[in-house]
Nanobody, 125 residues
Framework: QVQLVESGGGLVQAGDSLRLSCVAS????????MGWFRQPPGKEREFVAA????????HYPDSVKGRFTISRDNDKNTVYLRMNSLKPEDTAVYFC??????????????????WGQGTQVTVSS
């Protein structure tokens, strides 16, 4: 079992940046591929970013590619999501997840093995 705790969300203006953090406990994060999902108001959860166990590979959907960067520090058991040039449509609850697999393609929510409790990001126009 892995417990995940996100932090770093908040209210920002369009064009601003935020960095989300996710601290894991229970097991070493180095054993897992990690990712981020988000859930906009009234919508289903959607994939945001993924990173392989050793940080060699990352993957993003087109909606955030070039603006968001996922990274990890296995020594600190922490995963990060740097979000630049934020848009109002990025408003959502952001969840850190342990992934069952890493690949380049579509990531359904069912690919997540463990979920954090989420952190709210609100981007005003």
């Amino acid at each position: 079992q892995v417990q995940l705790v996100e932090s770093g969300g908040g209210l920002v203006q369009a064009g601003d940046s935020l960095r989300l953090s996710c601290v894991a406990s229970g097991r070493a994060l180095s054993n897992y591929h990690m990712g981020w999902f988000r859930q906009p108001p009234g919508k289903e959860r959607e994939f945001v970013a993924a990173i392989s166990r050793n940080s060699e590979n990352t993957h993003y959907p087109d909606s955030v590619k070039g603006r968001f960067t996922i990274s990890r520090d296995n020594d600190k058991n922490t995963v990060y999501l740097r979000m630049n040039s934020l848009k109002p449509e990025d408003t959502a609850v952001y969840f850190c997840v342990v992934l069952r697999a890493f690949y380049t393609g579509t990531y359904p929510a069912s690919l997540a093995l463990y979920w954090g409790q989420g952190t709210q990001v609100t981007v005003s126009s």
